[in-house]
């Protein structure tokens, strides 16, 4: 009795792999497959004019709010404390926008949120451990921001 329910195990095994075959898909991924299918087709699929100078629009857009860093130069210091909340060029991400600010307005606006006259947590802890000579160069150079553009 066992060898006959093993065989009859064995045929019905041999059936269905033998039907899965012959539909084809499960081998080559299923409906993964077609996925694999449409990603080598898809470098063939020529994109319209319209669709590419809407990316264009969007690329630029996105630039403008990132702030595009080959506009000018910054030093590092205003890279790695300032850039992140104002952009590369001072004109605002999650931050206020900086440029065009002269550096006299610019210092007076950190000793202010240093010594805590200005609330923002965000400035007052960036600012705490910075020295006023530091301040002042990071002042200088975003008051210099206006005059950096071409």
Known sequence: M???IVGLSTLIIVGLM?????????FQGGEAGKIIED???FNKVKISKKDSSKENDEL???KDR???SS???VSQNFKSK???CHGVNGKGILGPDLFGKSSEEIYTSLIEYKSGRKENPIMKGLLIKIEEAELKELAEEIGSFKDKIK
């Open 71 to 73: 506009e000018f130069k």
């Open 60 to 62: 630029n857009s996105l």
């Open 2 to 4: 066992k060898n006959i």
């Open 18 to 26: 033998i039907y899965v075959a012959l539909i084809g898909k499960a």
């Open 82 to 84: 300032c850039a992140s």
């Open 66 to 68: 990132a702030g595009n």
């Open 39 to 41: 990603m080598k087709t």
